[in-house]
């Protein structure tokens, strides 16, 4: 079976510094792996993907991503946090066959203070 | 576009009532599917369709039926309402393909009394 950890419920940085959030992921098959974010009250929100190729991915507002297979890890990166990114963060994986049944992590809030 | 529209936004019933959440996407998505947000455990997805005429289950699809009759709507019935069911419920939509994202409705706040 899948699954998906994300280590930290909440992380906090303020305006200008790096954003770390953890991903690692547990799949008996190549993954397909994703990062959604949530800003209050909408829908999610796609920010990157990693399917095959380049295991560094680059998505929208800056964020990036690095697939690292010998490690199980999917970490968001971002080199200088903005008030904006303040949201909730969501790292999915799927198999890669068949219908997209995504395997959510639990979620990261992050706070972004001035 | 609209892209996914859900409806109602918000919604609270009473123990047993039955309802259903709409769900519409105007893209020319086949696949569609519901979700369950829940505090502290991410989404679970419910039930998804393929296509038209096709439905299946998810990973939490008790309490709940799902139809699709076209490829637009793909709305979500709660057959008698219990208080843990009481979630946020988002509808998405994707183009087929393992590796397609998907786009979310921005949801349902259900509170069952």
């Known amino acids: 079976a899948q699954s998906v950890t994300q280590l930290g419920s909440h992380v906090s940085v303020s305006e200008g510094a790096l954003v770390l959030l953890r991903c690692n992921y547990s799949?008996?098959?190549?993954?397909?792996l994703f990062w959604y974010v949530q800003y209050p009250n909408q829908g999610l929100q796609l920010l990157l993907k990693?399917?095959?190729?380049?295991?560094l991915v680059k998505g929208i507002n800056g964020f990036e991503a690095e697939f690292k297979k010998s490690e199980t890890s999917f970490h968001l990166t971002k080199p200088s946090a903005h008030m904006s990114d303040a949201a909730e963060y969501f790292c999915?994986?799927?198999?890669?066959?068949?219908?997209?049944?995504?395997?959510f992590g639990t979620g990261t809030r992050l706070l972004v203070s001035p | 576009n609209a892209g996914v529209t859900q409806t109602p936004k918000f919604q609270v019933l009473k123990t047993g009532q039955s309802m259903t959440l709409q769900c519409a996407q105007d893209?020319?998505?086949?696949?569609m599917s519901w979700y369950r947000q829940d505090p502290g455990m991410g989404l679970r997805l419910i039930h998804y369709?393929?296509?038209?005429?096709?439905?299946d289950q998810g990973e939490v699809p008790n309490g709940y039926n799902v139809s699709r009759s076209t490829t637009e709507d793909f709305p979500l019935r709660l057959l008698s309402a219990a208080p843990s069911q009481t979630s946020v419920y988002f509808c998405?939509?994707?183009?087929?393909?393992?590796?397609?994202?998907?786009?979310f409705g921005d949801g349902t706040r259900l509170s069952i009394l």
């Open positions: 369709s393929v296509g038209a005429g096709i439905t």
């Open positions: 990693y399917t095959t190729g380049a295991t």
């Open positions: 998405a939509s994707s183009e087929q393909g393992v590796n397609q994202p998907q786009h």
């Open positions: 893209m020319n998505h086949e696949y």
């Open positions: 999915a994986v799927t198999k890669n066959t068949g219908f997209q049944k995504l395997v």
């Open positions: 799949s008996s098959v190549p993954p397909y």
